[in-house]
């Protein structure tokens, strides 16, 4: 007999908002799909500012907060709807990579995005970037390049397991949404470099550092009942649910497409299966 659910399930975030003084909300597959902002997501966001409440974004991405703001306002999301982001790029930069540079050597061979901008790297005291694999101390992954998705399996990863290099991974994140469907992102390489034997290090959610950052944050700003918002189950809620905090997994992004026929208490119940964590309430969107 299938577990009922029914009592986790919400028309929305407005409809629990009530219950908390602030909101972190994931990026990607919550707010927009890398293209466009999913239906709902502005006038949710006012309506939270209008009430007074905090709004934070704490991302998975290899890129700076300063980037992500460029990026969200590029989709039509104005700054002052938010009052911060954390994204998992600035915590490798400034609590890792220092480490790196002086455990391993200073040559890093950085494998990111074609429109990322590396100026955050050069905050990193000694470290040194370098053109290939082969001549790097360390491997940092912080994006995907253009066409890595379709090569990495055949090319980079023989290649990584030949070096041998330490990897620091700031996306654990293994799959994002697009407009398309689903793609490749770099927690599915560092994830397969660490079955082959690599020396590996996830930083982002679902891992404790990021939220210790973004707990400090919050704290700051004289939080004391956060919401956390994704759509990821294993990287969101199980991360904010591990950390002690609130959860609201929407299905617009990740899980979507297990969800859109099927049953809902079959499909949640398939999906906690996997975790002893479980998100505290379940909406289709925002």
Not at 5 to 17: C, K, P, Q, T, Y
Not at 143 to 166: F, H, I, Q, R
Not at 187 to 203: E, F, P, S
Request: charged share 15%; net charge negative.
């Amino acid at each position: 007999m299938v577990a009922d659910f029914s009592n986790l399930f919400v028309s929305g975030l407005s409809a629990v908002a009530d219950q908390y003084d602030s909101f972190v909300f994931d990026q990607f597959g919550v707010l927009h799909n890398g293209t466009e902002l999913y239906p709902n997501v502005l006038r949710v966001l006012n309506e939270l500012k209008s009430s007074g409440k905090i709004s934070l974004v704490l991302t998975n991405s290899g890129r700076s907060a300063p980037e992500n703001y460029d990026r969200l306002e590029k989709l039509g999301l104005a700054g002052r709807l938010f009052d911060g982001v954390v994204t998992s790029g600035d915590v490798a930069v400034q609590a890792i990579l220092p480490a790196y540079v002086e455990n391993h050597g200073p040559r890093c061979f950085n494998i990111t995005s074609a429109s990322a901008d590396r100026l955050n790297l050069s905050k990193v005291r000694g470290l040194a970037l370098v053109d290939t694999l082969e001549a790097c101390d360390f491997v940092y992954l912080s994006g995907m390049s253009p066409g890595l998705s379709a090569t990495w399996e055949n090319d980079l990863l023989p290649n990584l397991v030949a070096k041998g290099a330490p990897l620091l991974c700031s996306n654990p994140d293994n799959v994002a949404p697009d407009a398309q469907g689903l793609t490749v992102s770099p927690g599915t390489i560092a994830h397969a470099y660490r079955d082959l034997g690599g020396n590996v290090q996830l930083v982002g959610k679902p891992h404790p550092l990021i939220y210790q950052w973004v707990d400090r944050r919050l704290a700051a700003l004289g939080c004391k009942n956060p919401l956390f918002i994704g759509d990821s189950f294993h990287h969101d809620i199980v991360g904010a649910e591990r950390a002690g905090f609130d959860s609201l997994l929407v299905l617009t992004g990740i899980h979507h497409a297990e969800f859109e026929l099927g049953d809902f208490n079959v499909s949640l119940a398939k999906l906690l299966s996997e975790s002893e964590f479980a998100p505290t309430w379940v909406a289709a969107t925002l």
